[in-house]
C-alpha cells in the first residue's frame, strides 16, 4: 500500500470523525483522517461553555428528531452512555453530572479532545488537517480525495463534517453537497438549538432582555420545563432552545410563565388578599420587570378584588399558555446545530453506509438525526461514529 493509499478516509475530524477513525484503527485499518481547519474539534472545545457537555444519561431515540424516528435506535443501543463514560474514565478524566443528566468535564473540554486524538493516534490513524478538500471522485471501486496538493485514496470514505451550524467555527454544508454528488438526498437543513426573534406586538418583550424565569414552552407537541431567557432580539434560554428544534416558520410558541402555579391561584389570592393588585401578586412569582410588564399587558387595573372571577380565570389561563409569535430564529450563526442533513433513507441504520454507494459512510450531524439539549448530539457522534467505524 503507497502512502497515500489506505483503507478508510474519514472527512471531519469533529466529534463523530475521531470516534470513527479510532474504532475503524482499532480494528487494523489503515485511516487517514482529513479536516479543513488547522486543529480537530473545535466544536467540542467550545461546547458546554468549554466543559464539554460529552453525553446525557438518559439518552433514548425518541430525545433524537429525525424523518425517519427509528433511525437512530440500532447505533445508540450498541454504543450507550455507559460506554463513552467507561472511556473517559478509562483515561482519568473528572466528570459531573450537572442537571437533567448532563455530564461535563470538571477540568475542561480540551480533556476530551485529547483522549480521541490519543485514541486516534494509538490505533495508528494518521490525522492531517488545515488544507481544503477540492475535490472527491469514485472510480474502480475507490474514493479519491484531493487535499491541498495531494491525492489520497481509500475503498472507504467517511462523511463527517457535521453540518451548516456556527460557520465562524468553519462549519459549511460540505457534507450536503458530497452527499448530493453520490445521488443521495438530503432533508431540508434548519437551525437547531436557536435562539428565536420576535417582531410585531412581541417587540415588547425585548426591552426584558436579561431577564430570565423558569417555564414550560411549547411548539408542535414537543414541551419543555426548563428557563426561558429574554433578549434583545427576542428569546433563548435552555427551554426555548429545546423547543426550536421542532418550531417552523409561522407557527406560535406557547409559553407557560408558572408552571408550578396551581390553578385557581389567582382566585385564591383574590380570596384571601383581596387589597393586593395583579402587579403584586405576579411580582411574588416572577422578576420584578417581567411581573410589571406582563400585568401592563393583561389590563386588570386596581385590587384583586374588584375584579370577577372570570377576568381572573382569563388572566390565568393567558399567564399559563402566553402565546409567542416568533418572526424567525437567530441563524445558523448562533445554532448549536442542525436539523436535517443527509436523508436516513438513503443510509443503513446498522452501519451507517449509503445503500446506494458500496463503502460511502455518514455519520454524526451531516445526518438529519438531532438531539435535544444536553449531551445527546454528542451521543449520536459517539455512537454513529462507532457503528461506521466497526464496519469500514
Known amino acids: 500500500m503507497s502512502t497515500n493509499e489506505f483503507d478508510a478516509i474519514v472527512l471531519g475530524a469533529g466529534a463523530a470523525g475521531l470516534m470513527c477513525a479510532a474504532v475503524a484503527g482499532a480494528r487494523g485499518r489503515r485511516v487517514l483522517l482529513l ?22 444519561v438518559n439518552s433514548a431515540p425518541d ?5 425517519n424516528p427509528h433511525f437512530s435506535k440500532s447505533a445508540l443501543a450498541r454504543y450507550t452512555p455507559a460506554d463513552f463514560i467507561a472511556l473517559v474514565e478509562r483515561h482519568g478524566i473528572a466528570y459531573h453530572e450537572k442537571t437533567l443528566g448532563q455530564l461535563f468535564c470538571d477540568g475542561s473540554a480540551k480533556q476530551i479532545v485529547a483522549m480521541l486524538l490519543e485514541e486516534a493516534a494509538k490505533a495508528g490513524v494518521e490525522v492531517r488537517t488545515g488544507q481544503p478538500v477540492s475535490d472527491v471522485t469514485h472510480a474502480d471501486g475507490k474514493f479519491t480525495v484531493r487535499f491541498g496538493d495531494q491525492s489520497f485514496t481509500a475503498a472507504a470514505l467517511v462523511i463527517a463534517t457535521g453540518g451548516p451550524s456556527i460557520p465562524k467555527m468553519g462549519a459549511t454544508g460540505f457534507a450536503y453537497d458530497l452527499a448530493r454528488q453520490f445521488g443521495l438526498k438530503v432533508v431540508e437543513p434548519r437551525p437547531a438549538l436557536v435562539p428565536l426573534t420576535l417582531g410585531g406586538d412581541d417587540v415588547l418583550f425585548r426591552e426584558l432582555s436579561g431577564i430570565a424565569a423558569p417555564v414550560e414552552a411549547r411548539a408542535g407537541k414537543a414541551a419543555f420545563r426548563e428557563a426561558a431567557l429574554f433578549t434583545h432580539r427576542g428569546l433563548s434560554g435552555p427551554a426555548i432552545l ?29 380570596r ?33 378584588g374588584a375584579q370577577t372571577d372570570r377576568k ?22 448562533k445554532a448549536e446545530v442542525t436539523v436535517g442533513g443527509i436523508s436516513t433513507a438513503n443510509l443503513s441504520s446498522q452501519t451507517m453506509m449509503a445503500k446506494t454507494v458500496p463503502n460511502l459512510y455518514a455519520v454524526g450531524e451531516a445526518v438529519d438525526v438531532t438531539g435535544w439539549l444536553g449531551g445527546y448530539n454528542f451521543q449520536w457522534a459517539w455512537a454513529s461514529g462507532h457503528a461506521a467505524g466497526q464496519v469500514i
Open 35 to 56: 479536516d479543513h481547519a488547522d486543529a480537530v474539534g473545535k466544536k467540542i472545545l467550545i461546547s458546554g461553555g468549554g466543559r464539554c457537555n460529552f453525553t446525557n
Open 63 to 67: 430525545r433524537f428528531i429525525s424523518a
Open 242 to 270: 429545546q423547543v426550536s428544534s421542532y418550531w417552523r416558520h409561522g407557527e406560535p410558541v406557547t409559553i407557560d410563565l408558572l408552571p408550578d402555579a396551581p390553578q385557581g391561584w389567582l382566585h385564591d389570592a383574590k
Open 272 to 304: 384571601t388578599r383581596p387589597r393586593i393588585t395583579l402587579r403584586a401578586a405576579l411580582g411574588a412569582l416572577l422578576p420584578d420587570r417581567l411581573a410589571e410588564t406582563l400585568a401592563e399587558r393583561l389590563a386588570l387595573p386596581g385590587e384583586l
Open 312 to 333: 381572573l380565570a382569563d388572566a390565568e389561563a393567558q399567564l399559563a399558555g402566553w402565546i409567542f409569535r416568533p418572526n424567525g430564529t437567530e441563524g445558523f450563526a
